[in-house]
Each structure stands twice: as C-alpha cells, then as structure tokens.
C-alpha cells in the first residue's frame, strides 16, 4: 500500500516555478560542470548555463558510448544559445558520434561543416587548435578504415517479438478472447478462462490510464563534493515522469525543476493532459504523497472524457454503496465459475448489470471502468478518510487559488492560463468528490508497476537481479483480477504497460488470479492474511491459505529447522521436537533463532569480502557457513541457498566455472522448492547458471539451461528484456559451436 504522507521525503534543493533558483553564479556554474543533469533541471531555458550543461552532459554520454543520446544532447545545447568560441568542440563531438554509429555521409558532412568553422576562427589559441586537428585527423582515418556501416540486426527481437492481442475481445477492451468477464455472489466481478489455457500465453495487456512515478530512495552521499550539492540519483532522475522510459538524458520541464521526460514530445503531451496543473504543485503534491498526486492526475486525464456527467451521476445515486451506471444495457451471467468447465446449463444465471461497462456492455480502459472500482468508503477507518479528505481540500484550495489569480491578472500570464482546468474549474466542490472518492479507491486498486534492476557492476560473470517499485498505477482491467496467494497468472511491466501471462496450466471455467503481494513463497499464511484483511478487507480462502492452515505448525519450508541428529524437520512452539517419532530430539526455538542470527552475520560477513574481491577468504568463509548450516536448518531453507549462491559467485569470479555451476545447482533447489518450477524466481536462477556454463564452454549443459531459462522467463518477462535477449544470443552463438568437439569442465 502506498503512503498517503510522506513524512521521509527530501525535497530537492529547489522545486520552483520558473526556475528563481537561489545558488550563486559561482555555484550554478560548477553545478553545470560536475553535475550536468541536475544543472540542467535549474538553469534558465536560453541561457549559457544551460547550454553548457547540455554540452557537458553530451561529454559525459558519448564517454558512456550512449551516442545517440550524445547528439539529442548536441543538438539541446546548440537550441539554447551554445556559445560560438566553443562550437568546435562539440561539432567534432557530433562527428565522432556519427562515426560510431556507422552515419558516415552525415560525419562527412559534419566534418565539412567543423573543417569550414575552424577556417574562419582566427582567434583560436594555437594550442586549442592543434588539438582539434589531430582529433580530426585520427577521426578522418578511423572513417577510412570503416567499411560498411554496422548493421543493427533485429532478427532475434522479431524472431521471439511478443505477441500481440491478435483479436478484440468484445466485452474487455486490452484482454484475450479466451477471457471473459463475470460476477461472483461472493466475489463479485472476476475473470474465467473461456478455454484451456497453456503457460504463457497472453491474457492481458493493458496500458496505464494513469501513473505516477514513486520518488525513489536517495542513494546514500558520498565524500567531496557531494557535500555542498547534493547529487544522489533517484528514480525521478533515471526515469520519465510521463511514459517511464530508462534515460540518462532527461528533458526537464522549463517550468520548475522537478519534473524530467525522456524527449520533448513526452513533455509536451503531460503539459497538454496534466503537468500544466501539476507545475507549480510540486512541493505540496510531493509532501502529501503519491496516492494524492494519482487522485489529481486522474481527475485532470478525466476532464477529456467529461467528469462532470460521471461524478453527478454519482451524486445522484448516492443511496447506492457500489455505484451501478442507470440504464446501463449490459446484461451478463451471475455464475458459479467452478461448475462451468462440467456444463455452463448447470450454472446459476442471473442477469444483472455489471459496474464499469458502457452501454453496448463492453468493459473498456476509461474513465467510467476507473470510477467503477470499488472504494470500500465504509471498511475504511475514520483516520483514514480524514486525512484523504484533508489532503482533497488542500489540493482544492491551492488549485483555487491560482485560478483566482490568473482571473484576478486577467490571463496575461501563459503559465498561468495553461493552470487553469477547462470545465471543472467551475466547481471545485465537483471535482473534490471525485478526487476523495478516488484516494479511497487507490488503497485496494493502486498497482505498483515494477521493474528488475540488475546489480553489480557491468564486469560482473553472474548477473544479480532484483525488483524494484518504480511507479503507480491505475490499470482498469487488471482490476478485475481477484486475488490468490499461489496465482495462476504473472505481471510485467514495459514502461506503463502491464503484461499478464498464464503462469500455468488454466482450465476452462477456471478463474484467472493474480497476487495482490503477500504470496505464499514469501510469507506464512498467518501474516498473509493479516496484510491482506487491512488493506484490501477481506479473508483470503484461496487454496495456498486452506492448505497451510491446515498444516501451520511446520511453518514454511524455507524457514524449517532440522534435527542435528537424523535431519528430519523439526516442529512444535516454543519447544520443537523432531518430526522423526524414533528419534527423541527436541530444543528451544529461541536457541535456534539465535543460532541463525549468528549465522547471518557470518554470511554478511563473507558478502562484504566478496564485494571487496577477497575471494580465497569469502569462499572459506561461506564454506564454514555451509557447513554450520547444515547442523540444524532444512535443506530448503532460504539461507541455506543464500550461501550456495555466495560460493557460486565466489568460483565463477575465479574462474572455477564447474565448482561455480555446482553450488548453483543447488542453490537452484532451494529456490524451487519455494518458489516454484515455473517462478520468475527459478528463471532468474537458470540465467544465472546458463552464464556460468556458457563461460565455461560447457555446451550441452549451457544449451539445456538456456532453453530452460528462456522457457520459463518468457512466461513472466517482456521478449525485449535484457535477460531474454542475452539468452537469445547465448543460444545462436552455443548452436554455432555444437558441431564442434568441445573439452567439457574439469
């Protein structure tokens, strides 16, 4: 659930309008040097700062071999006024970029252009100028030694493209014709599969009707210079604030610093549908949190779709609890879902109006499907509804505000008359109900759009992976998606669209579910059900939930203890005895949890000695973990795959790619059992042995594993992923080789 104040916020140093930012020139200058991108969100539009901060930003981008970037950059810089003594520079950093990319007729042409402006600089120091000469003249050579341009095959992205909804489903707009939509007595609206449905299969794909990037963490500062500017990356500047798509080069908004987009046409859509609202709110959108923030934006996206109809109708409805649209003509089954793989006749029709769908009765990604979901305004607590209320009428009174003021200065500023919402303005009593009503909405309806960030560094043999929140979002048709702790289904995320695959076998009739978070891999049903009954108000029954309640006292594998005598597993309270019955073991759990809080910190330990490269000493470490391990945790136990994946780590940084591709294996195990053959967990896991015998030349195993990994990872991850394409070309370079004999590990 996201938090709707944000007590932990660090605003930047300045969220203005107009960027009056308060830094000294001095200060500003220096800024625009080491810290281009940040000098860049608090420079004036059309100046020499901020030409200069795109010039040095294109420096530090074609360093990084990011060319194309490079030349958006180039081209800002020249846009805003860069300055005519340093225009060779950056022309012959233009030409250079060319040249990389294999654009050869246009680095001629740029050269023509940097050959004719030195001719006329007859002021250029000597020194300068000879650089600049030699630079060209490495250049104009390494273009001779270019042949043909590189070609930028795309075979492989096409060959495994994703495929798309090939046919419109005429009732859920976005959805597979092998899904329809239905309601439960108990559950209410819900999705089933109208066939058998194989793993990975396309059932969903949805974009955002509306998102807000989440402000990210602020990495921790480091020594230097660091101390007076603080240059910490966040997600707000890796990311654009609109479609959420990676860069290095944000485009900044000109009309405060905060907001940043990956090109110019992304910044003037969200101007045009939002951010001309959003502008000068950023510090109080930013202190009442993103849930706030999400409330507006939807309200703002709505106005093209008239909030005014909608929102009355709910205002005349308000006997209603769950709001039904009057005269709405859509007429569907009421059924029992688990009876309608054995015969639809048998199943309990009644014919009823479902929320959300228009009046030719089809479910669409819009503002009607979004104001349909439920709020649940009475299981929400008093304290709750106060702060959302509080939080709509300080949003409300400051949008009033500036409508006031641009009335009052009768329009003649053009930020302030883009502030001001066309047809709601009118009645911000009106549009109040439908941002409170929205923010009660956002607690059981909000998804997190997430994204995998690989970790360590690009010399890493083993890639790392983690999940990370990026963003919010509202996706109507996800929605309709109940909840299950062991789901059928799997969520990617491209940008602002969301991806469901069959994660397994879906029979017909069967629901199609996801998990809401709390999933049964991660955590016991105790605390499952304690997340799920206050947050999204109700008591899972889902078949992970009845399973494990029946069997509570073993508690989750990954977290079992054994016996030091037999290894069977141990159960109990506050005593556990051994689950063997001839074997009279017991212990204090207490003891135990001790025992393991020591042993974390040893495995800490040897993490922090690997991090550092003392690999001989990581690995005697994790094996004198490994070894205590196995005294008294389960075979399974989470730690137990922890260390397993430390020494693989360890061996594969040596170069010991068969010792490295055993400890894998079983850390491979480990995270089977809890996770699941077919997890996006397990896929990340086979990637990872699939480099290890890749690297070491071991083919067939490689093979078998790439195969693997991709079968699995295609079930859950976007076909363009890094993972996937990595695999890909694993695979093409691994059928080269397998006519040829080759020496396999030792």
């Known amino acids: 659930m996201e938090s709707l104040c944000t007590s932990q916020v660090v605003f930047p140093p300045t969220v203005s309008s107009g960027h009056d930012v308060s830094c000294k020139d001095l200060e500003q200058r220096l800024s625009s040097r080491f810290f281009p991108s940040s000098g860049i969100s608090h420079s004036r539009p059309d100046t020499e700062d901020i030409s200069l901060c795109y010039a040095n930003r294109s420096a530090s981008l074609f360093h990084l071999g990011q060319y194309e970037l490079c ?81 930028t095959s795309d075979a492989l992205t096409k060959a495994f493209e994703d495929m798309d909804l090939r046919e419109e489903n005429k009732q859920i707009s976005k959805a597979s014709l092998c899904v329809s939509l239905c309601t439960d007595p108990l559950k209410g609206r819900c999705l089933v599969a109208t066939r058998d449905i194989h793993p990975g299969e396309l059932l969903v794909k949805e974009d955002a009707f509306v998102s807000v990037l989440n402000p990210g963490e602020l990495l921790p500062l480091h020594l230097g210079l660091e101390n007076k500017w603080d240059t910490r990356v966040a997600n707000v500047d890796l990311y654009c604030h609109r479609c959420l798509k990676h860069t290095l080069a944000t485009v900044p908004c000109s009309g405060c610093s905060y907001a940043k987009y990956c090109s110019q046409e992304c910044m003037q859509q969200a101007w045009e549908h939002y951010h001309s609202t959003e502008c000068s709110l950023g510090g109080l959108l930013l202190t009442l949190g993103v849930f706030c923030h999400l409330a507006l934006r939807l309200t ?59 009046v030719n009765g089809k479910y669409e990604n819009n503002y009607n499907a979004v104001f349909n979901l439920l ?70 309806n909000a998804q997190a759009i997430t994204s995998i960030q690989h970790t360590g560094s690009r010399e890493s043999i083993i890639t790392n992976s983690r999940q990370i929140r990026l963003a919010t979002g509202i996706f109507p048709v996800v929605s309709l998606l109940n909840h299950s702790c062991s789901p059928n289904t799997s969520v990617s995320f491209t940008s602002t669209v969301a991806t469901v695959r069959a994660a397994q076998q879906i029979g017909k009739g069967q629901e199609i579910v996801h998990c809401y978070g709390p999933h049964e891999s991660r955590m016991g049903v105790a605390e499952r059900q304690q997340r799920l009954r206050s947050q999204y108000f109700f008591d899972c029954s889902c078949p992970a939930c009845r399973t494990e309640a029946l069997g509570a006292a073993a508690g989750p594998r990954w977290e079992a203890f054994c016996c030091n005598t037999c290894r069977a597993l141990m159960q109990g309270g506050a005593v556990l005895s051994c689950g063997n019955r001839s074997c009279m073991e017991s212990v204090n759990r207490d003891r135990l949890v001790s025992h393991l809080q020591d042993l974390q910190q040893q ?23 490994q070894e205590d391990a196995e005294s008294f945790l389960s075979a399974e136990h989470a730690m137990v795959g922890e260390i397993e994946d430390g020494l693989a780590q360890a061996y594969a940084a040596l170069g010991d790619w068969q010792k490295s591709a055993t400890h894998l294996r079983k850390s491979l195990r480990v995270v089977e059992a809890r996770h699941g053959p077919s997890s996006v967990e397990i896929g990340h896991e086979l990637f990872k042995l699939a480099q290890v015998l890749f690297n070491g030349f071991a083919v067939p195993e490689a093979l078998n594993a790439v195969e693997k990994a991709e079968k699995v990872l295609l079930m859950h991850c976007d076909p363009e992923s890094d993972e996937i394409q990595e695999l890909q070309e694993m695979k093409s370079y691994l059928l080269d080789l397998s006519h040829i004999p080759v020496v396999p590990l030792v």
């Open 71 to 151: 030349l958006e950059d180039i081209v800002r810089a020249q846009m805003h006024g860069y300055p005519e003594r340093l225009q060779c520079k950056i022309m012959l950093r233009k030409a250079e970029c060319l040249v990389n990319l294999g654009r050869l007729q246009e680095a001629r042409q740029a050269i023509s252009d940097l050959e004719s402006n030195l001719t006329a600089k007859s002021t250029l120091a000597v020194s300068p100028c000879q650089t600049l000469q030699r630079n060209l003249h490495h250049l104009k050579m390494k273009m001779q030694e270019e042949k043909n341009p590189p070609e």
């Open 300 to 358: 703002l996206l709505a106005r093209f779709e008239d909030v005014d109809r909608v929102v009355r109708k709910l205002c005349d409805e308000t006997d209603n609890k769950d709001i039904c649209l009057s005269g709405n003509k859509n007429l569907v089954k009421t059924f029992n879902y688990t009876n309608f793989r054995e015969s639809e006749e048998k199943s309990k029709i009644v014919e009823t109006p479902i929320p959300g769908c228009n």
């Open 375 to 444: 709020s649940h305004t009475e299981k929400h607590s008093p304290e709750h509804k106060f702060l959302c209320a509080v939080s709509v009428s300080a949003l409300c009174r400051q949008l009033e505000a500036a409508s006031l003021q641009a009335q009052t200065t009768g329009l003649k500023s053009s930020k302030l008359k883009a502030a001001v919402t066309p047809g709601l303005c009118a009645d911000f009593t009106l549009w109040g109900v439908a941002m409170l009503r929205h923010m009660l909405q956002l607690q059981c």
């Open 603 to 625: 495995v800490y330990m040897a993490q922090r000695l690997l991090r550092d490269g003392k690999l001989e000493e990581a690995i005697l470490q994790l094996l004198g973990c």
